[in-house]
T-cell receptor, first 114, second 112 residues
Framework: KAGVTQTPRYLIKTRGQQVTLSCSPISGHRSVSWYQQTPGQGLQFLFEYFSETQRNKGNFPGRFSGRQFSNSRSEMNVSTLELGDSALYLC?????????????FGQGTRLTVV | GQQVMQIPQYQHVQEGEDFTTYCNSSTTLSNIQWYKQRPGGHPVFLIQ?????EVKKQKRLTFQFGEAKKNSSLHITATQTTDVGTYFC????????????FGKGTKLSVKP
């Protein structure tokens, strides 16, 4: 079974630009969550999607948005990039039907804003 | 909102020494998970604890969930260089399995 796939792995953007990151979950997993990881703030929850609906949202500005498609693939978008948005963005998928609710993380997208 | 405090932030040990990281919450938790992230890698699930006072072992790793379900610990016996990485505890927030609140993590370095 293929793991969680995130593309691209690395990205360099300029302040003010926007960026779209992609995540393909493990086959059969309908829950996809996004996290931002920085040295200062650690791992912070961005949002969770389940069956194409946003189920939860973390404490991030509206510049951060996401969506999920019918095949469970998810994208997140960050508009008007700021230097502070430089981070590792991690996607995780899980199967809510399983008793063990572990999250399977992708390798992440390393975003650098210059 | 829900927070989970994790200490210590860093731990440097000599190979063969033991290591422990602790997580504490001000509220009762339904469960707690532990993850390991190797340098340059992504978090990998280690275990989930659900029951009050639960103790689980994975080879040299021992996980405990407090009686009040407000704290948890991960203990590694006789550390090896392969144990290097950051260990995170995480809790589900709001009952949603996909919404994990992570502790700040404990970064473990092991000197051979």
């Amino acid at each position: 079974k293929a793991g969680v796939t995130q593309t691209p792995r690395y990205l360099i953007k300029t302040r003010g630009q926007q960026v779209t990151l992609s995540c393909s979950p493990i086959s059969g997993h309908r829950s996809v969550s996004w996290y931002q990881q920085t040295p200062g703030q650690g791992l912070q929850f961005l949002f969770e999607y389940f069956s194409e609906t946003q189920r939860n949202k973390g404490n991030f500005p509206g510049r951060f948005s996401g969506r999920q498609f019918s095949n469970s693939r998810s994208e997140m978008n960050v508009s008007t990039l700021e230097l502070g948005d430089s981070a590792l963005y991690l996607c995780a998928s899980s199967d809510p039907g399983q008793r063990n609710t572990e999250a399977f993380f992708g390798q992440g997208t390393r975003l650098t804003v210059v | 909102g829900q927070q989970v405090m994790q200490i210590p932030q860093y731990q440097h040990v000599q190979e063969g020494e033991d290591f422990t990281t602790y997580c504490n919450s001000s509220t009762t938790l339904s469960n707690i998970q532990w993850y390991k992230q190797r340098p340059g890698g992504h978090p990998v699930f280690l275990i989930q604890l659900v029951k009050s006072g639960e103790v689980k072992k994975q080879k040299r790793l021992t996980f405990q969930f407090g009686e009040a379900k407000k704290n948890s610990s991960l203990h590694i016996t006789a550390t090896q260089t392969t144990d290097v990485g950051t260990y995170f505890c995480a809790v589900n927030y709001g009952g949603s399995q996909g919404n994990l609140i992570f502790g700040k993590g404990t970064k473990l370095s092991v000197k051979p």
